[in-house]
C-alpha cells in the first residue's frame, strides 16, 4: 500500500528514484511525489495526481539535480486523491519533508494541538502530522539542552503517534541524511559502495543494489553518504530478487504473463520436494515443528482476499488428506474473535506478500496467544515470513498486476503439499500419499493444456460482455461446491476487482435459498462442476439455473460430453485428483476476468480503487 523510495549517495537521485517508483506503482497510484536536495541548498519538490508511470514524459528536459531525495506513489487512505495530499509532506516552513507508508490513527488529537500551537496544515493527510511533529522537536533542545539532530526529532515525534508507519523523512538543516523508521509497514535498505536505497519493496532495490538491511520494528536508522547508523548494527543480507521478474516481456499486461505463469508457479512450488517412492513431501521450512504435527487437533487458516479462498480450499484439504479439523477466517474479522485455542491448535497464515496488515496483526495476536503459527508465503523475508514459527515459501516468484493470480495457484500447491506432509506425520497411508504426490508431478503440464485454451476463453469472455443483447452481462454467478466452492468465490472476485462488473460466488447448494430470485437471461452463471465426488449435485443447480432461464458457463472435465447439453458453453479442464481440481479450475476463471476486463478496456493491472499490498487496517 503505497511505494516509499529513498537515495543518498554519489549519484543523481532522480533517475533511481524515478525508476524505483515505476516499480513500486503496482502498490498504489493515485498519486505520487519527489523531494530532492541539491548541493547549493535548493529543493526539488513535486507532486501531482496521476500515475508516475504516465508522467515521465513530463519530466523530460528538467534539470533536476541532487544526492539525496525520496518519492512516494500513494494509494489514498486519509484525505481524497488531490495534489495538496500526494507526499512528501511538509512543516509550516518547507524545510522537512515525510513521506510515509501506513496510517496514523490518532492524527486528528496531534492535527488540532499542532494547530493550536500555531502549525498550518496544507494537506487532509494524516502523514502531515509528523512533519510538524518533528519540526516541533527539531526547534526544541534535547535533555541535554543541545541542539536536536533530525533522528532525535523523529524519535520524540513516534513517541507520540499511534498506528503504523514506514517513513522516510529528510530537513533541509541536515541535507545529506535520510532518517527511515518503521512500524508494521516494510522498509528495506539497499546497500551498494557507500551508496544506499532505502524502499518498501525489494521491487525497487533489485536494479540498484543486491544486498539489504531489514529494518525492524521501532528501529530509526540513519542514511548518509558512505554510512548507515542503524540501532542494532548488522551486516546486510544477500536479497533474493530477480529483477527480470518485475518486466512485462512480449506480455500486454503483468496479469497476462502471471496467468501464463501458472504452469511454472506449480512446477516451482513443488520442485524438489516430492518424494514418490514413499509418498512424501519434504518441506525443510516445516522441519523444526514435525516432531509437533501428529499433536496438532485443530488448524485455524487465516488470511484476506484471494489468499482467504486458498485457505477455504485448505481447509477441505486438510480435514480429508491430514484429518485434521480445519477452520478458516478473514484476518480482519480473525483477529478481533476470541476463538477457541488448545494446545494443540495451530494457526496458518495464508499472504502473497507477507505484509498484509490484517493477517500480520492476527499472526501476532495468536503468537501471543501461545498457538504455533506457519506460514505460507510468497515474498522472501517479508514480514510474515520472518514472524512465524515455521512456514513454506511458495516460490511463484514476484506477482506485480494487483490481483493475484498466479500466487493464488501456488498458494494452492502449497496447500496441497502440506496436506500431504501432514497426513504423512498422522494416518494417511503411504500409498494415498503417492497418489496425491504423482498426481501433482503431472499437474504443471495439466495446468499448460488449460492455457492452451486461452483464445477460445477470450472468444467467450468477449461474448459474454460485449455481445449479450448488444450490450453484455454485467451481472454474474460463479457457483462450485465443495473445493471449488472457493474457487467459485475466487472466480468472482477476480471478475470483481478487473472489470469492475458485478459478480458473487456462492456455494451451489445455497442458489435456492434466495439468490435464484435473481436468475434470467441476463444474469448469467458460470457453474464449476468438474467430474468430482460433487458433479450429480452440481448439475442439480445447473438445471435449476436453466429451469429459470438463466444461462450457464461450465468448467468441466475433459470428456465430459452430457455437459453441452446443458451449457451455453463449456471450458474443459483435464482430469485430475478431487482435491487437485481449484488449482485446474482457477486458471480459466483467471483468464476469464482478464479477458472480460481487457474487453472492457479497464486497467488490469492496476484496478481503480485498489493496491497490492494492504498495510493498513
Ligand atoms: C490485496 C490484493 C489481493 C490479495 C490481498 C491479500 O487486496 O489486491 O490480490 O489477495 O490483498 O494479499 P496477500 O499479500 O496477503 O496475499
Not at 517412492?277 to 488448524?299: F, H, M, T, Y
Amino acid at each position: 500500500m503505497c511505494g516509499i523510495i529513498g537515495y543518498v549517495g554519489k549519484k543523481q537521485a532522480f533517475p533511481i528514484l524515478l525508476t524505483g517508483l515505476k516499480r513500486l506503482e503496482y502498490r498504489g497510484y493515485d498519486s505520487y511525489g519527489f523531494s530532492i536536495f541539491d548541493e547549493k541548498g535548493g529543493i526539488f519538490l513535486n507532486k501531482k495526481v496521476g500515475k508516475i508511470s504516465e508522467a515521465e514524459k513530463d519530466f523530460l528536459g528538467m534539470d533536476i539535480q541532487g544526492t539525496v531525495g525520496q518519492a512516494h506513489t500513494r494509494w489514498a487512505t486519509t484525505g481524497k486523491v488531490t495534489e495538496a495530499n500526494a507526499h512528501p509532506h511538509f512543516d509550516c516552513a518547507k524545510e522537512i519533508f515525510v513521506v510515509h507508508n501506513g496510517i496514523i490513527e490518532n492524527y486528528g488529537e496531534l492535527k488540532n494541538k499542532l494547530i493550536n500551537e500555531g502549525h498550518q496544515f496544507s494537506s487532509e493527510t494524516d502523514t502531515e502530522v509528523l512533519a510538524h511533529l518533528i519540526e516541533k522537536f527539531l526547534k526544541e533542545k534535547n535533555k541535554k539542552g543541545e541542539k536536536r539532530k533530525l533522528e532525535e526529532a523523529v524519535k520524540e515525534a513516534l513517541k507520540l503517534v499511534k498506528g503504523t508507519y514506514g517513513l522516510l523523512v529528510m530537513s533541509k538543516s541536515e541535507p545529506e541524511k535520510i532518517v527511515a523508521a518503521r512500524l508494521s509497514s516494510p522498509l528495506l535498505i539497499g546497500v551498494n559502495n557507500g551508496e544506499y536505497i532505502v524502499a518498501s519493496d525489494p521491487i525497487a532495490i533489485a536494479p540498484f543494489a543486491s544486498n539489504i538491511v531489514y529494518l525492524n520494528d521501532y528501529e530509526i536508522a540513519v542514511i548518509t553518504p558512505g554510512n548507515l547508523s542503524l540501532e542494532k548494527e548488522r551486516a546486510p543480507e544477500k536479497m533474493e530478487y530477480e529483477s527480470e521478474e518485475a518486466e512485462k516481456g512480449s506480455y500486454e499486461h503483468f496479469m497476462l504473463k502471471e496467468i501464463m505463469e501458472e504452469p511454472a508457479a506449480i512446477e516451482s512450488a513443488i520442485k524438489g520436494r516430492l518424494i514418490s517412492q514413499d509418498g512424501e513431501v519434504k518441506l525443510g521450512g516445516l522441519d523444526s515443528i514435525a516432531g509437533r504435527i501428529k499433536d496438532i487437533q485443530n488448524l485455524i487458516l487465516v488470511a484476506c482476499g484471494t489468499a482467504n479462498y486458498a485457505a477455504r480450499t485448505g481447509k477441505y484439504m486438510f480435514e480429508e488428506y491430514a484429518g485434521i479439523s480445519a477452520e478458516t477466517d478473514l484476518a480482519s474479522e480473525f483477529r478481533y474473535r476470541k476463538p477457541i485455542l488448545s494446545k494443540n491448535t495451530a494457526a496458518i497464515f495464508i499472504s502473497q506478500s507477507g505484509e498484509t496488515a490484517d493477517t500480520l496483526a492476527a499472526l501476532r495476536e495468536m503468537k501471543r496467544k501461545g498457538v504455533l503459527t506457519i506460514g505460507v508465503t510468497n515474498a522472501i523475508g517479508s514480514s510474515q515470513s520472518r514472524e512465524t514459527d515455521a512456514g513454506v515459501y511458495i516460490r511463484s516468484g514476484s506477482e506485480i498486476a494487483v490481483a493475484s493470480t498466479k500466487a493464488f495457484i501456488g498458494q494452492l500447491t502449497a496447500l496441497a503439499l502440506m496436506s500431504v506432509y501432514f497426513g504423512r506425520k498422522r494416518e494417511m497411508a503411504m500409498v494415498m500419499g503417492k497418489r496425491i504426490v504423482d498426481e501433482l508431478s503431472v499437474l504443471p503440464d495439466l495446468a499448460q493444456k488449460v492455457l492452451k485454451n486461452s483464445s477460445h476463453i477470450e472468444q467467450i469472455a468477449k461474448k459474454y460482455v460485449l455481445a449479450g443483447e448488444g450490450k453484455g452481462f454485467r451481472n454474474f454467478w460463479f457457483i462450485g461446491r465443495k473445493y471449488n466452492y472457493p474457487v467459485a468465490m475466487e472466480g468472482a472476485l477476480k471478475l470483481k476487482e478487473c472489470s469492475y462488473l458485478h459478480a458473487e460466488g456462492i456455494a451451489g447448494g445455497e442458489l435456492k435459498h434466495g439468490s435464484l430470485a435473481l436468475i434470467d437471461e441476463q444474469f448469467p452463471t458460470v457453474a464449476i462442476c468438474p467430474s468430482d465426488s460433487v458433479y450429480e449435485k452440481m448439475v442439480s443447480n445447473i438445471e435449476e439455473v436453466r429451469a429459470r432461464k438463466g444461462r450457464i458457463l461450465a468448467i468441466a472435465t475433459e470428456g465430459n460430453e452430457e455437459i453441452k447439453k446443458l451449457a451455453e458453453d463449456v471450458i474443459y479442464i483435464p482430469k485430475t485428483l478431487e482435491m487437485l481440481t481449484p488449482i485446474l479450475a482457477a486458471i480459466p476463471l483467471h483468464l476469464l476476468a482478464y479477458y472480460m476486463a481487457t474487453a472492457l478496456g479497464r486497467d488490469v493491472d492496476r484496478p481503480r480503487n485498489l493496491a497490492k499490498s494492504v498495510t493498513v487496517e
